[in-house]
């Protein structure tokens, strides 16, 4: 379920919600996983003036928001309702997210990796936040913080795409931002030292000078030491002003070749965000995932780089296993004791079947498995032509049928994707042509991916 209250408020899968459910939905948005009281709830429905049948007209919207996201989205207690949907699916929470990681990337000189992150962030903004709630005094005071959060992060990306040598690429968009925001030093700074790594010294300090007339008229203020001290770098054309030399930024392959994306490739896997998405909801309903499809269409790289890496993110503890030729010994990297949080996840779960001798050892892997399920969170990456060796097993095979996720081959937005973005991420660029000769050799083989991927990493 993704939420969005970065524009008008929309709920995936929810159809069309009513005014006021909307009015609610955004209530309880404002702060997920903590309640809203009901006094609450009814000062953003109808301010001062609540209705007789304020409580339940309150009460039935819960239940036609509960029926929409889910029955375990809501829930109830003293203190009032609470949202439990993951904080990333909603859409002003991955924006923060994004911005906070983009800063420590920064910090850590990944420029070209931080103008990519804060691309993706800014790119979730289509309008006001909480727009439903213009009057209601904690949805006004979280707006106020996401808009100053977006700003920051404008002036974030400005800022990397200078470190990367790219001062021509912001010229425009620095623009923008003093007209927006007239009032933030931080914009006219950059503003001014994109001009003057552009070539243009004259317009840099008229862009300084401009800012010191806008504070004394406005503001009644001079601007604080960090612009005088810039002006005056300008003037005696410091060296430590120009760009860095413009070379190749990246040190390693963007691209894995045939090895799998892992856990910690999570910020380098694209192109199966859709699919990712589709398994976190179906695993929210089953308790269990089973990613089956051929062989090398991406089962694994869903499940560690998509489906785990995110349920990891979200708080989870995840026991990854694959297998091998003892299963049972296999599994006990995952305690007796382990809390219900913990979530298993079987790769390669083929094995089971193709390297286990002891049919004993491998029903009891199965029941195993078919157990843990009852109590946690388990996934399972299954190669298409096993399917019929998991029949030997009545329960496990049923688990297998309820919450299979059939992997097929990339379509052409996501095979662009998954060649374009590891190359945006790492400040390269790639000619259109090439990108659209590559998507052409392999769009209709589901098994092409990792293929292309070791092209793309011996090419490099």
Excluded at 174 to 191: F, G
Excluded at 319 to 346: C, F, K, M, N, Y
Aim: net charge negative; proline share 7%; glycine share 6%.
């Amino acid at each position: 379920m993704r939420i969005t209250v970065l524009t008008p408020l929309t709920a995936d899968g929810s159809g069309r919600l009513s005014p006021r459910d909307r009015v609610v939905l955004q209530a309880l948005a404002t702060r997920p996983g903590l309640p809203v009281s009901a006094d609450e709830l009814a000062d953003a429905l109808w301010g001062d003036r609540p209705p007789a049948s304020a409580a339940k007209n309150l009460q039935g919207c819960i239940v036609r928001l509960r029926k929409a996201l889910g029955p375990g989205s809501i829930s109830t207690d003293p203190r009032g309702y609470t949202l439990r949907l993951p904080a990333d699916e909603i859409d002003a929470h991955r924006f923060e997210r994004l911005v906070i990681r983009a800063r420590e990337l920064l910090t850590l000189g990944e420029a070209d990796r931080v103008a990519f992150q804060l691309a993706d962030a800014l790119a979730l903004w289509r309008g006001p936040a909480f727009t439903d709630l213009p009057d209601w005094p904690p949805a006004r005071q979280e707006a106020r913080r996401l808009e100053e959060l977006r700003l920051e992060a404008e002036e974030l990306r400005v800022d990397a795409l200078l470190r990367s040598g790219r001062p021509r690429e912001v010229l425009a968009p620095a623009h923008t931002m003093v007209r927006v925001a007239p009032l933030r030093e931080r914009r006219w700074t950059l503003l001014a030292l994109a001009q003057y790594q552009a070539g243009s010294q004259g317009e840099a300090l008229r862009t300084v000078r401009q800012l010191r007339s806008v504070l004394a008229h406005q503001l009644g203020v001079d601007p604080g030491p960090d612009v005088a001290a810039l002006e005056q770098a300008i003037l005696r054309q410091d060296p430590g002003l120009l760009p860095p030399e413009i070379t190749v930024q990246a040190t390693h392959c963007p691209w894995q070749g045939l090895m799998a994306y892992d856990v910690e490739d999570a910020d380098r896997f694209f192109g199966r965000a859709p699919d990712v998405a589709s398994c976190l909801v179906l695993l929210r309903r089953t308790q269990f995932l089973a990613l089956v499809g051929p062989s090398g269409s991406g089962k694994s790289s869903i499940l560690r780089a998509g489906v785990a890496a995110t349920l990891r993110d979200r708080g989870h503890r995840v026991v990854l296993i694959t297998p091998g030729r003892h299963p049972l010994q296999s599994i006990t990297a995952l305690s007796a004791d382990a809390p219900a949080e913990v979530v298993l996840a079987v790769d390669q779960a083929e094995e089971v079947f193709s390297l286990c001798d002891d049919p004993d050892e491998r029903q009891e892997f199965l029941q195993r498995l078919t157990s843990e399920a009852a109590t946690r969170q388990v996934l399972v990456a299954l190669r298409a032509d096993r399917l019929a060796d998991v029949t030997t097993h009545p329960r496990f095979s049923r688990l297998v049928e309820r919450g299979m996720y059939l992997v097929g081959a990339l379509d052409e937005d996501g095979l662009r994707d998954a060649v374009e973005g590891p190359a945006r991420q790492s400040g390269l660029f790639i000619e259109p042509g090439l990108v659209d000769l590559l998507v052409r050799e392999v769009r209709d083989d589901p098994g092409a991916l990792p293929l292309l991927s070791h092209a793309l990493l011996e090419t490099w």
